[in-house]
């Protein structure tokens, strides 16, 4: 059974910094794809950060040039560095897996999902 489970959000103020982490199990798919996704209130879920196989990742407009995506194969696990964070960063976040290939930001390409962690940035 694949599971999925995030840590690291909590309370940071404008300009802070967080990372966020996401252990992985059971995932079976020889490729893959991992992604952040974050969800406000009232807001539909966006995806913000993707990365393939090989490393290589992909942002929305909104958080590139702040966020950095990766992973470490060998402990199974996501991370999601969050810098310069501001306000309208505050979200739930999730990390998310799916089968290999263009490895997209739409939340349709991923079938697993980890609980959510919580940002909140304050101003």
């Known amino acids: 059974q694949v599971q999925l489970v995030e840590s690291g959000g909590g309370s940071v103020q404008a300009g802070g910094s967080l990372r966020l982490s996401c252990g992985t199990s059971g995932y079976t798919y020889s490729r893959r794809c991992m992604g952040w996704f974050r969800q406000a209130p009232g807001k539909e879920r966006e995806g913000i950060a993707s990365?393939?196989?090989?490393?290589?990742?992909s942002y929305a407009a909104s958080v590139k040039g702040r966020f950095t995506i990766s992973q470490d194969n060998a402990k199974k696990t996501l991370y999601l560095q969050m810098n310069s964070l501001k306000p309208e960063d505050t979200a739930m976040y999730y990390c998310?897996?799916?089968?290999?290939?263009?490895?997209?930001?739409?939340?349709?390409?991923?079938?697993?999902w980890g609980q959510g962690t919580q940002v909140t940035v304050s101003s």
């Open positions: 990365i393939d196989n090989d490393g290589i990742g």
């Open positions: 998310a897996a799916g089968p290999g290939g263009a490895c997209l930001r739409s939340p349709v390409y991923y079938n697993y």
